[in-house]
């Protein structure tokens, strides 16, 4: 049986789904995608020509939500492909349409989970591992990250992550990665040597950044607008904005218009702001996605994402 794996390409949850993935089907093909129409047309491509093939396959989705504005392209990919005996499992924590769920769940097996109280690491032990002591740590280990809790110690690997995703080889570096982890291996000199070089360019990005940092209050939140840097590892350092701010939310912006949101508190849901952005989406916790005006006017950003709290928090006070 060919076994191909997708998994999202940024964080910790990503490369573990992966690594558990791997640690059941040691053969598999791994993919690290991001939430681009790009990626997921990777995912339809793959499906596609893997019908000539006479071995069976089988395809395994995971951490990624599903882009709804494919929903027809993908029910065809997987209508054809099921014909030719193929398997799919998609296995997610973001939320879900009830209609995507109703079109696609007779061709894909799906392994949801929108409780928000697991990660998608936990999802696929359980349907892939169940029992497995290393994979359950690895789960473990992935929600931690997630779900910012802190209870257990992790090796700087979402920093690693972070910093990998800055190279040209960045699929071979995180697929190395990810067979390490499968491996058992959560640390080693190659890593250490990397983390020293990544240093230097994050704190040099850091200090840049924090020199620009702008708040304002919106409704009853203080919001903070920062830079975002391809070396800085977001959630981490949105702790420390919050140490230096005491800002309610942060909001990280790229050239790009990509945003990225964390929260101090409870006081708003990350993903409520991201559903309003363009392909934005995410959980309670941290959520994204692109906006719709000028990137490179930080004004424009502002006021765009004043314009969707004041909506947010006026549908809930009147
Ligand atoms: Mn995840």
């Not at 794996?5 to 992966?18: A, C, W, Y």
């Not at 990509?258 to 309003?276: F, G, H, T, V």
């Not at 959980?283 to 906006?291: E, N, V, Y």
Request: net charge negative; aromatic share 12%; proline share 2%.
């Amino acid at each position: 049986m060919r076994v191909t794996l997708f998994s999202h390409e940024s964080d910790v949850d990503g490369i573990f789904s992966s690594s558990i993935g791997l640690i059941r089907y040691p053969q598999a093909r791994t993919f690290f995608l991001d939430y681009r129409k790009e990626s997921f047309m990777k995912i339809i491509n793959q499906i596609f020509f893997s019908n000539e093939s006479q071995e069976k396959n089988l395809f395994i989705v995971s951490d990624l939500g599903f882009n709804d504005s494919l929903l027809s392209i993908f029910k065809s990919t997987f209508q054809n492909s099921k014909n030719a005996n193929n398997e799919f499992i998609w296995v997610d924590h973001h939320p879900w349409s009830k209609n995507t769920i109703d079109e696609v769940s007779s061709f894909v097996e799906l392994i949801l989970d929108n409780s928000g109280s697991k990660c998608a690491s936990e999802l696929m032990y359980e349907r892939l591992l169940s029992g497995n002591a290393y994979a359950y740590h690895l789960a473990n280990l992935a929600h931690t990250t997630d779900f910012f809790t802190k209870n257990q110690y992790l090796s700087p690997l979402p920093e690693i992550i972070r910093y990998y995703l800055n190279f040209n080889d960045s699929y071979e570096r995180l697929s190395k990665l990810a067979h390490k982890i499968a491996n058992g291996i959560l640390w080693d000199i190659d890593m250490s040597e990397d983390y020293t070089r990544y240093e230097t360019l994050r704190d040099t990005d850091k200090k840049r950044v924090l020199n620009d940092l702008k708040i304002k209050k919106i409704n009853d939140l203080n919001v903070v607008f920062v830079k975002s840097s391809p070396y800085i590892q977001t959630s981490i350092f949105s702790e420390e904005v919050f140490s230096l701010t005491n800002a309610d939310v942060a909001i990280f912006y790229g050239k790009n218009g990509k945003i990225s949101i964390r929260r101090n508190n409870d006081k708003i849901d990350c993903n409520a702001i991201a559903l309003n952005l363009i392909d934005g989406g995410g959980h309670k916790f941290a959520a994204g996605g692109t906006i719709h005006s000028d990137p490179n006017q930080l004004d424009n950003i502002i006021s765009e994402i004043e314009g969707i709290i004041h909506k947010l928090k006026g549908s809930i006070n009147n």
